[in-house]
């Protein structure tokens, strides 16, 4: 069937190898490395701080080589070559960046100690993961939402959860027929994610959760204790300093908390520390606003035109005189899910009013009144 | 406002641990920008009270701005690894530190005048490098007046290095004092970053503020550059828009003719629009999408005036030529966009259907076009609908739909060209529209042998039900298929003046029948389920699954 293959970000590589030469390991820093390889996982590029660099070793540094267009040197010890590659530590968001928009994930290994401190081999530890999904640097983000989706299956029942952690949000809900599902999918279409955690017994259902094709998101399966209704209440309970996560409006046990639970761990996992700026879990409430799928977003060019897939002669462009980061995300949201309720509305179109009558104060908080003066 | 930076994402690293001093720097000035705002908020407000309260989101944050102004230097340096951050005050230790380091210089300057003048050497200098830290320079030509405390480390060609107790101690002292420094100020730094993610929370609530009154900013000044209007909101079925104007396209052409739409759910719910390519049908409908949309999201709107019922789901059905995903005919494509909206329209759904069957030849897409609007209009939903279509025959829907009224662009002629009037006017296109109905029959042989074809085959399936077994399902076909004869044959009339009897011939001999004889078991099965299928209550994902489940059928050996 063509529908699971190319699931798969990463290409299947040559462990076996690696195993082997693994043997050969015989530097104390190799053996360091060794290591934290094995912890990451073979999936994870390890970029390991030597120095004024970030060296990548083996298969790694051919990865890097290929994708980062860096030069692919090697160490030549006894009668075995080992490939390596490197990267100055001033520009490493630069070249995790280029990865991971790519689909791969890295880990950043760095040393613990100060090097000066200390005789022999400096103590490292992976300090962080970064994947497409849990990225936090300004530099390596677009302005729009950068989502992170997990998703959970029960027969025919779903959970979902849905964060953004650059921005600290966090939504969950249950989907538990059909229609639901068709709901889940229109969230999905909406948010687009670019990551995707989910069980990893799931492997061969992902474009029915997904309700599409898998695309160039980036797929991040997890152990399945992670989904199991316990440990997810305990990891929720524990990052948000709750008795129950009912206050948020989350049947106990439910597959949204399973799907939340496991997210919220994925992303301490990933960080390596508490996410302290996720606060809350917002119900997910879509039917409050108006439905448009993708197919409508896209042939109504409200994000992006039909003939090159810019953002020119679209509606966001025409409406997008935000002057600050945050309101063009509002705006996005808002675009995605106009408003049903004519209350909530008229609020918006009478502060609109408003602001349209005192249009020099107006202008003076956005801080272009200039325009008005000349 | 747009000095702010981004809050949201600057509070996230803060929670993190990650910041960095400068992107401190660049919180401290969005927050100090927050008291401007609030003022003019304020100012606004002493005459209108604005409906959404600002204030309450956006809050002064001054005890944070004191807290990071009291924490770190003006101007810190990039990291902690790369020089001063933590402001002079918020450790005696570090203040203390900072002052040996800073005395260190003058000590080196007053050791040097000590030492020249006590041995009379002139070319005295103290130099630093990875190798041997602080050392005393010393030209040859001088090395005879070096006291014999000095301790020779290294002989160049020109000058001779040494190192003294003192300078060592001295040395010893500031190495000891940088790397303490380092410790503290790293220290301070996380312990700063823990304090402050403590109001986390509350610059979230502000960055939530910033951005609802950002984007309501950008639709005020949108409004009045652009000369748009204040929708009005209410729970009717109708949607009365004087003078709409295409949002986008109005910035782009010079002169942008406005329309008149009214759809309503009791007497109008219908909207055929007929006219030649580019007469203006497709921005017409795209700009009635995009006004309620833009309505409903908050926005003023591009109409002279504006009276919209809540619509809660658009679906759109636009030229398949558009949508061209890799792997999918053009027809499957608009097929699974029919069965969308057919199956899921609501009683306040928006419908915009721009040529409505165009995916295949002429002759089905007129048929299948019909058939959709017909049952858009029957269903129990009763959505609003638009259709914009070449197709002028459709016009003759008005006759058999109460609800449904035609309108049509026209078209002038200037010579060989064109003159497009780009206004709505009631009625239907006439056929002396000839030129793109011409075009559109350019292959008349070829529509008149695919209209037979398809009459063939309804006229199969009538004597395939004694051969086939099992197949219950025909004999209701066979009642649909009459109508469908009739339609088709309407549909006929519309061509016979292009009808070539001599291609009759040829079609008959294309007939198939269904056979049984020489195929395998999979085959079969896979014949008698697309037989049965329903095609209008197919969801497009179920149609894919079956196709998928079909594939599977016939591809496993």
Redesign the interface.
């Known amino acids: 069937m063509v529908l699971n293959s190319n699931i798969y970000t990463f290409k299947p590589r040559n462990t076996g190898q690696i195993a082997m030469d693994r043997e050969n390991l015989t530097s104390p820093m190799m053996r360091q490395w060794a290591r934290m390889k094995d912890e990451i996982g073979k999936d994870v590029i390890l970029f390991c701080r030597v120095g004024d660099f970030y060296e990548l070793f083996y298969e790694d540094a051919e990865i890097g080589a290929k994708v980062l267009d860096i030069t692919l040197t090697s160490r030549r010890i006894r009668d075995t070559s080992h490939p390596l590659a490197g990267v100055p530590v001033r520009s490493v968001d630069l070249y995790v960046g280029k990865l991971v928009n790519r689909g791969y994930k890295v880990a950043i290994a760095d040393q613990l100690e100060d090097p000066k401190a200390v005789k022999g081999v400096v103590e490292r530890g992976i300090t962080r993961i970064v994947t497409r999904g849990t990225i936090t640097e300004d530099a390596l983000l677009t302005e729009s939402n950068n989502y992170i989706a997990s998703i959970v299956r029960k027969r025919h029942s779903y959970g979902l959860a849905l964060a953004d952690l650059s921005c600290g949000e966090f939504y969950a809900q249950n989907y538990n027929s059909a229609d639901d599902l068709e709901e889940m999918h229109f969230i999905l279409d909406s948010s687009q994610p670019v990551e995707l955690v989910f069980s990893d017994s799931e492997r061969n259902n992902l474009t029915e959760l997904w309700g599409k094709e898998i695309e160039n998101e980036t797929l991040s399966p997890l152990p399945d204790f992670w989904f199991d209704p316990k440990e997810a209440e305990e990891t929720l309970q524990d990052h948000f300093d709750v008795k129950s996560t009912k206050g948020y409006g989350l049947p106990d046990q439910s597959l949204a908390v399973c799907a939340s639970g496991a997210l919220i761990r994925y992303l301490q996992d990933t960080q390596k520390r508490k996410v302290s700026n996720i606060t809350k879990i917002q119900l997910l409430e879509s039917k409050h606003s108006m439905h448009l799928d993708r197919g409508v977003i896209k042939s109504l060019e409200l994000f992006t035109n039909t003939v090159d897939n810019t953002d020119e002669g679209t509606l966001i462009k025409l409406l997008n005189k935000t002057v600050t980061a945050m309101g063009t995300r509002e705006l996005k949201k808002w675009i995605g899910a106009p408003l049903t309720s004519i209350e909530e509305i008229s609020n918006r179109s009478n502060t609109v009013e408003i602001l349209t009558e005192s249009e020099l104060i107006a202008n003076h908080i956005r801080g272009r009144w200039n325009i008005y003066l000349i | ?9 600057l ?8 910041s960095k001093p400068s992107e401190i720097v660049r919180l401290l000035d969005s927050l100090k920008a927050l008291p401007s ?1 609030r003022g ?2 304020e ?2 407000e002493e ?2 009270q ?3 309260n600002f204030l309450e989101k956006i809050t002064n944050c001054a005890d944070i701005v004191d807290f990071i102004e009291k924490m770190i230097l003006a101007e810190p340096a990039v990291s902690v690894a790369d020089g001063e951050v933590i402001a002079s005050g918020v450790n005696s230790k570090l203040d203390e530190l900072r002052g040996i380091l800073r005395d260190g210089e003058d000590w080196i300057d007053s050791y040097i005048d000590r030492e020249k003048k006590k041995t009379g050497i002139t070319s005295y200098k103290i130099k630093q490098n990875r190798h041997l830290g602080y050392f005393i320079e010393i030209s040859k030509s001088n090395v005879s007046k070096v006291p014999e405390t000095y301790v020779t480390k290294q002989s160049m060609v020109n000058v001779v290095r040494y190192i003294t107790d003192e300078l060592k101690d001295w040395e010893y002292n500031i190495l000891n004092a940088e ?1 303490e420094i380092k410790q503290i100020e790293r220290s301070l730094y996380e312990s700063f970053l823990n304090d402050l ?1 403590k109001h ?2 509350r610059m ?1 609530q502000v ?2 503020g ?15 550059t652009n000369d748009y209007v ?2 009005e ?3 009717s079925t109708k949607l009365d828009l004087k003078g709409v104007r295409h ?2 396209i109005e ?2 052409s010079g002169e942008y003719v406005p329309n008149d739409i009214l759809l309503d759910k009791e007497s109008q719910r219908l909207l055929i629009i007929t006219g030649p390519n580019f007469s203006g049908k497709s921005s017409l409908l ?1 700009a009635v ?2 006004n ?9 709107i591009p109409c002279n005036s504006a009276k919209i019922g ?7 059905r ?1 030229g398949a030529s ?2 061209l995903i890799a792997g999918q005919s053009t027809f499957m494509v608009e097929m699974l ?1 029919d069965a ?1 909206l057919v199956n899921n329209s609501t009683a ?1 759904s928006l419908i915009i259907a721009d040529e409505l069957g165009r995916g295949t030849s002429t002759y089905d897409g007129l048929a299948i076009a019909w058939a959709i609007a017909e049952y858009l209009h029957n269903s129990e939903a009763q959505p609003l609908t638009m259709i914009a279509t070449h197709f002028h025959q459709l016009a003759e829907l008005e006759g058999f739909l109460e609800s449904a009224k035609n309108f049509h662009f026209k078209i002038g002629f200037d010579g060989e060209k064109p003159l497009f009037d780009h206004r709505i006017f009631p009625g239907s296109s006439d056929k002396s529209f000839g030129v793109e109905v011409a075009k559109l029959a350019g292959i008349p042989t070829e529509i008149i042998l695919r209209a037979r074809f398809i009459l063939s085959i309804l006229e199969g399936q009538k004597s395939s039900i004694n051969e086939e077994d099992g197949e219950e399902k025909i004999s209701n076909q066979v009642k649909d298929s009459d109508e469908l004869k009739q339609i088709i044959g309407t549909i006929d009339d519309w061509f016979k003046d292009d009808f070539d009897p001599n291609s009759k011939v040829v079609v008959q001999s294309k007939q198939k029948k269904p056979k049984t004889k020489g195929k395998t078991p999979e085959e079969i099965e896979v014949l008698a389920t697309i037989r049965n299928l329903t095609i209008n209550s197919i969801t497009p ?1 179920k149609a894919l699954e079956i196709l ?1 489940n079909l594939s ?1 059928l016939l591809n496993t050996e």
């Open positions: 406002m747009e000095h702010i930076s981004d809050l949201e994402r509070g996230t690293r803060i929670s993190l641990g990650v705002i003019s908020l100012q606004i005459e209108n604005l409906p959404i790397i993610s986390v929370d979230q960055s939530k910033i951005a609802e009154l950002d984007v309501l900013l950008a639709f005020s000044y949108i409004a009045l204040k929708p909101l209410n729970s949002p986008v910035n782009f795209r999408a995009l309620v949309i833009m309505a409903q999201i908050g926005s003023f809540i619509i809660d789901r658009i679906f759109t636009i558009d949508n966009d969308n306040r994902l998928q599977s």
